[in-house]
């Protein structure tokens, strides 16, 4: 099995793990696809960590092999399945933390990228060398993180970039010792899943909706939410424990 799943205090741990760089099939790009959406639905678990087994590569991105043996018309077909796993991440219900434990190329960056947050090994790279295969992918998910002029270069070039870089670039939030990943994420996975499950789920869909609003609707559009809230058991607790000075309880309604 090429994907796993482990479920724990309120956290789902998602690795993909098919050695040896965790290189992505079609049935694998559906496979996440299909977990990622149903994770949404289960009011058990609060937040998600995305991570690659091993320490050889978060996702070395498509698996060329296969590739290899696709024609021209079988790529619109393709190519509509890579766009349902990458937006089954991205608008995962719950908040999802990408814990890149290696090397993250091509399809294996833009993983990254549609996570919510992301905390990089020092050994991890970035890189989008679609160029290398004769493939164009990825800018437009990358170019919401990091400034036109990096994206293109990454883009014209396919020459990777260090996890500094990338922190610099603002494509990760932390870079972190190979060892302390897995601890970092899951760390930041904990203070997140202990918050309202309703409350962060009306967040993220927030966030994604204003990301590409004007400002004024944006902002408007986020009240909403926040209209939404009061309405619910978990908002009044959370005012409550917080005039009470106590840990608050949440119970999802």
Known sequence: MSLKIEKRDGIAIVTLDRPPVNALTLALYAEIADLFEGLGKEMDVHCAVFTGAGRRAFCAGLDLDEFLRATPEEDPARAAIVRRTFSSVYRCAIPVIAAINGPALGAGSVLATVCDVRIASSAARFGTPEINVGRCGGAAHH???????????????????????????????????????????????????????LGLRYAKQALNDIESMPLEAGYEHEQGFSTKLMHTEDAREAIRASVEKRTPVFRGR
């Open 143 to 197: 170019g919401r993180l990091i400034p036109q002029g990096a994206l293109r270069r990454m883009y014209f070039t396919g020459e990777p970039i260090s996890a500094q870089e990338a922190y610099r670039l603002g494509l990760v939030d932390e870079v972190v010792e190979p060892d302390e990943v897995m601890p970092t994420a899951l760390t930041l996975a904990a203070r997140i899943a202990a918050k309202s499950p």
